[in-house]
């Protein structure tokens, strides 16, 4: 996973967090030994209501920057070195997924959905812990930061863990066009509850942070009943537990060199958006955008994510074919581009000036374009390393965790920017320097990603 829709201010730090979207062993199994490893798939209404659930749930995260700023006095490098900790423990607990799955049902008889069982009460107990915290010292003007800290550190990890598990039971005895398709609903799913929760709570988000914590937790709780009738285990993904047939082989090795390109691309594409959506804020200040409107041109890309994700379930055009690879940084540097320089056309300008009210409408619309872009961008790409993680490899959890670490990757990395530019400007006592430099740092690492990937594909699909 993981996407904020909260009212913006220029200092806020809010990555978009999907708490939900290199290298797997097929070998390896991801569920219990037999029979479990052969039962029938979860009932697919099950598997998307706690999809939504857990996904809405996941204002947590992703408004946890807000909250900081409005409640705990968090400067920026304070939520820069947060977001860090986020990132880092997210990547943690999505590669310890697979392992510590085939270890508890190993060696202490556990199936994976009491596994999952599990999580969701431990996520609902660490949701409680700032409104708790905020009783034990109601007088405080400023609480201490140190529950915040904590929730952090012991929710972001439990998240890396969740996803991998909910993707194997998505995924699980489903192949080709079917999985294509379930994969499609999951993905419109997801980023719908996200965006919907994301609007609910923003008035909730900006005055009481603590009680849209304590809500996220409440989902949790929630997604426990549709969670009883997920079949004890996912059912091998294998062809040879299944009637399906077996992909043809060079198909598969397509799909492979697919799925490597993909994984190139799906850390870059939340890298931008872990440095775009923060930069939003002080843009739309620019543009001379009313406050009141942050919030709905700030989810321009929220809802061009999900058109992409509904258009990809849709129509299956797009499968084992290399132009999404191509077409998706293609847009990717084309929004961010868009969105960095929507003001070009204000320069020089005043509200006095006959021309400013043109301009500052063009500007609003580059910047719509630009995050319409970005939007179109996610899905492209995530729905690519999606799929194809879960069509190659037999160990779901695995393919999963991979997937959610290299999405947490782009989370780290875009807090590092972050610190690294603020660090910058410190250095050199030019403050209004740090967003130019963290925009130019994302550019020059996306370019850089962007043509590898025209580079490989140019070389893979070269004519013999």
């Not at 968090?74 to 900790?85: C, H, I, P, R, S």
């Not at 999900?306 to 191509?326: C, D, I, K, S, Y």
Request: charged content about 10%; proline content about 9%; overall charge positive.
């Amino acid at each position: 996973m993981t996407l904020p829709t909260h009212p913006y201010t220029p200092r806020v730090y809010a990555p978009p967090r999907d708490t939900r979207s290199p290298h797997t062993t097929p070998n390896l199994s991801m569920t219990t030994p037999t029979p479990l490893a052969h039962s029938r798939p979860t009932p697919l209404w099950a598997a998307l209501v706690v999809t939504a659930l857990c996904s809405a749930a996941g204002i947590i995260t992703s408004g946890i920057y807000y909250i900081t700023k409005e409640t705990y006095a968090f400067t920026n490098e304070g939520n820069y070195w947060l977001a860090l900790l986020q990132g880092l423990t997210y990547i943690l607990g999505a590669l310890a997924a697979g392992p510590l799955l085939r270890a508890l049902t190993r060696h202490a008889g556990l199936s994976p959905r009491t596994i999952l069982i599990a999580l969701m009460l431990a996520m609902a107990a660490l949701a409680a812990i700032p409104s708790l915290a905020g009783l034990a010292s109601p007088s405080s003007t400023t609480p201490s930061p140190w529950p915040i800290w904590a929730l952090i550190a012991l929710y972001s990890p439990l998240t890396g863990m969740l996803w991998p598990v909910i993707e194997s039971y998505v995924s699980g005895g489903r192949h080709d066009h079917h999985l294509r398709t379930t994969i499609g609903w999951w993905n419109v799913t997801w980023s719908g509850a996200l965006v919907l929760m994301s609007v609910a709570v923003a008035p909730l988000v900006a005055s009481r942070g603590d009680l849209a914590i304590l809500g996220g937790g409440a989902l949790h709780l929630l997604a426990l009943i549709p969670l009883l009738a997920f079949t004890p285990a996912p059912p091998s993904h294998s062809p040879s537990h299944s009637p399906a047939p077996s992909p043809a082989p060079r198909d598969l090795a397509l799909q492979r060199k697919l799925l490597v390109t993909f994984r190139m691309l799906l850390p870059t594409s939340y890298l931008v958006s872990t440095a775009l959506i923060p930069f939003l804020p002080g843009q739309m200040t620019r543009l001379n955008i009313d406050p009141a409107a942050f919030t709905i041109v700030g989810a321009a890309w929220l809802a061009a994510r999900v058109l992409g994700f509904f258009t990809f379930q849709r129509w299956h055009g797009w499968h084992n074919r290399w132009w999404p690879a191509l077409l998706a940084p293609c847009l990717m540097l084309g929004g961010l581009a868009l969105c960095v320089f929507a003001h070009l056309p204000l320069a020089g300008l005043t509200p006095a000036d006959d021309a400013f009210n043109v301009a500052r409408t063009q500007a609003g619309s580059l910047l719509i374009l630009g995050l319409t872009l970005h939007g179109l961008a996610m899905s492209t790409i995530y729905t690519g390393a999606i799929s194809y993680a879960m069509e190659v490899s037999d160990a779901h959890v695995d393919a999963g965790g991979a997937h959610e670490a290299l999405i947490g990757l782009g989370y780290t990395v875009g807090p590092i920017c972050g610190v690294l530019a603020l660090l910058l400007a410190r250095l050199t006592n030019t403050p209004a320097s740090f967003e130019p430099t963290l925009m130019s740092l994302v550019g020059v690492i996306a370019l850089a990603i962007a043509v590898a990937t025209f580079v490989r594909v140019s070389r893979l699909t070269r004519t013999p």
